[in-house]
């Protein structure tokens, strides 16, 4: 585990970026990882989809699948690959400052 700071905060991190306390996390930090990701602007259809991962991670332990969040999300999987081009479930659950969800390579 290392510390990385996120808008002027030190967060625990794991080794790929991923928080290993989500309750650490604020929307300031997910902005600057988003642009950390390529992504320079998050539209409300971002904050859909991170809001999303959030509350699964709440309720069920985890973060959803690309196949969940594009059935369940309210964003298609279409829109999740514009969104989010370098893997929606993976880079998504970084930047909503949740843990890897299962499944993700």
Known sequence: ?????????????????????????????????????????????????IHFMRKEYDEKGTGPTVRVLGKSSGVSVKELYQLFPKGPAKVA????????PRGCV
């Not at 290392?2 to 905060?9: I, Y």
């Not at 080794?15 to 990701?37: H, I, L, R, Y």
């Not at 930047?95 to 890897?100: F, S, V």
């Open 1 to 49: 585990m290392s510390t990385k700071t996120l808008a002027g905060t030190p967060v625990d991190v794991n080794d790929e970026g991923f928080f290993e306390k989500p309750e650490q996390w604020t929307e300031e930090m997910a902005t600057e990882m988003a642009e950390e990701e390529g992504i320079d602007d998050l539209t409300p259809q971002h904050w859909q989809v």
């Open 93 to 100: 659950a970084r930047i909503a400052g949740i843990p890897k």
